[in-house]
């Protein structure tokens, strides 16, 4: 696995090291450059015209939807050293600064939903258009769209590679997050002792109201009756895994969505082929 180099200046990141153990999908809402994009977010200011450090650590490229230009196609760019973080969730959450701060963001370069004219043509939101064989359809409504724009065969195997190798280096548990929430609810929970039930529970990343992981010492209270809800009322299934989730919002560690955080955003979207990469970790 290749990785470019393509860092930001340091003023639009945060350098201080911090440890990660969260890993989020998201898409660019844009073209097949991952260039571009760093570059726009080396350009971007905030309202006093300062920096913004908004951006991912990772864009992974894609196809051209003008001419298939494959040239970027599943090549993997890198913004910021993996040490430093950046604002890359943008969730109202009191605790948004420490969920950037233990994250590690990846870019697909995608437009993401799409409209289908009468006349069979697939309109991004910008009014561009996507040619029909890298449209996919999911058959049913994600978030008021059912066509999107395909992530390719070239970038789910790079995504793949590179969260192998994050988890690696970081110790990230890729079966936690929305890996875990294709699983169906397991009712056993509820007749398990309470020792075993905090094993469960912290096997499967759920926290207590403290937000940290259950001690396991057998004992009844509010933090282990609080995971136990949580994971009970957690959505489930292949499209429900993608929407918003209590848990991520907690600091869940693992694999998570960037939909898992906000409910006004599509990336990433269930595509059939994503879900089979994550299932397949």
Known sequence: ???IKNHLPSDEYFPNKTEKDTI??????GSHRP???INAWDKDRSKGGKPSRVGTHYVIGGLSTRDNNSEWDGKILEALPLDGWIHHIGSKNSNNVELNKKSIGIEICNYGPLTKSKDGTYYTYVNSVVPEDQVIDLGKNFRGFRYYHSYTEKQLSSLKDLIYDLSSKFGIDVCKGINELFEVYDERVLDMNVF???IFLNSKGYLGMNGKPLVEDGISGRHTSYALRTYKDSKRGEKNAFEYQPLANEGGSGIWSHT??????????PHPKLIEMLQSL
């Not at 989020?24 to 809402?29: D, G, R, S, W, Y």
């Not at 898992?260 to 979207?269: A, E, G, H, L, T």
């Open 1 to 3: 696995m290749e990785i």
């Open 24 to 29: 989020i999908l998201h898409h660019t809402a």
């Open 35 to 37: 260039d571009w994009v």
């Open 196 to 198: 075993n039930q905090q």
């Open 260 to 269: 898992s955080y906000r409910k006004d955003k599509f990336d990433v979207y």
